[in-house]
């Protein structure tokens, strides 16, 4: 036996129930699977409620949403959680706000719904294309680019959307399909924004660097002191910037404009 692990180095050939090294030690890497080696958050697949911890193992980072499922019957019955895992956006205060009961909820966002929030909000506005000036307006706190404060408490309010998560924290995770980093209501307003500004014509480079530039304006209405824009905000701006790419945001705005003429 490995005493550093408490492992058997070979397989039990003879296993006998309560018998067994592997029943002793609890060392069956079968009944104790562990995908990631950290705590998961699991939260329902079809209304997206929060279940509960498990694989308390460490300080958790990774998500999970899907079912429970029982293999065979009787006292052969075994449950397992069938479902897919995501990374959290803000892996440091993401799980503190689940843990402490803020987050309740994970919202799945469907491409559709993403595209329906940039188009209303003018983001295929051909002319707004490689406009600074207006983007920048636009982009203000509470401007229609501000989408975490003018847009998802709107449509995502009986979910738990607040209206100044700031200071009224958000109840809500959001997940846009196919992806998988879940992004709490700011963060998914800088996802938006992003997507938003690349769409327009400005590169990641630039957004990033222009949030980095609005985070250190001490005349900025950012509800801090100035510093640099957090690891956090910028992986959620780099993820929505990419979602554009993704799906053809800017020849779906050339295309708006060759009809438009």
């Known amino acids: 036996m490995d005493t550093r692990v408490v492992r058997w180095w070979s397989v039990d050939p003879k296993t006998t129930a309560f018998l067994s090294p592997y029943a002793s030690m609890t060392g069956n890497p079968i009944l104790y699977n562990d995908q990631y080696g950290d705590t998961t958050y699991r939260f329902n697949q079809t209304d ?14 990774f998500g999970s949403f899907g079912k429970f499922r ?13 479902g897919e895992y995501f990374n959290f956006a803000d892996p440091i205060n993401d799980p503190k706000g689940i843990q402490d009961g803020t987050i309740t909820q994970l919202v799945f966002v469907s491409e559709t ?62 997940l846009p399909e196919g992806e998988f980093t879940a992004h709490n209501q700011m963060n998914f307003g800088n996802y938006l924004w992003a997507a938003t500004g690349f769409t327009l014509g400005f590169e990641i480079a ?44 800017r020849e779906k705005l050339e295309t708006i404009r060759q009809r438009s003429k």
């Open 70 to 82: 029982t293999i065979g019957e009787g006292t052969d019955a075994l449950t397992q959680w069938d």
């Open 206 to 249: 630039i957004l990033q660097m222009g949030a980095h530039a609005n985070s250190r304006n001490p005349r900025a209405p950012n509800g801090h002191e100035p510093e640099w824009d957090s690891e956090d905000d910028q992986r959620s701006i780099k993820k929505g910037a990419y979602h554009a790419i993704k799906h053809d945001y």
């Open 113 to 174: 719904e993403i595209y329906d929030m940039l188009y209303d909000q003018g983001a295929f506005n051909p002319d707004d294309k490689n406009r600074p000036g207006r983007f920048k307006k636009n982009s203000e706190g509470g401007q229609k680019f501000d989408y975490a404060i003018s847009v998802l408490p709107y449509r995502y309010e009986k979910q738990g959307a607040t209206y100044y998560p700031p200071s009224d924290p958000s109840h809500v995770l959001f």
């Open 48 to 61: 997206g409620k929060y279940i509960g911890m498990y694989d308390l193992d460490a300080s958790g980072q």
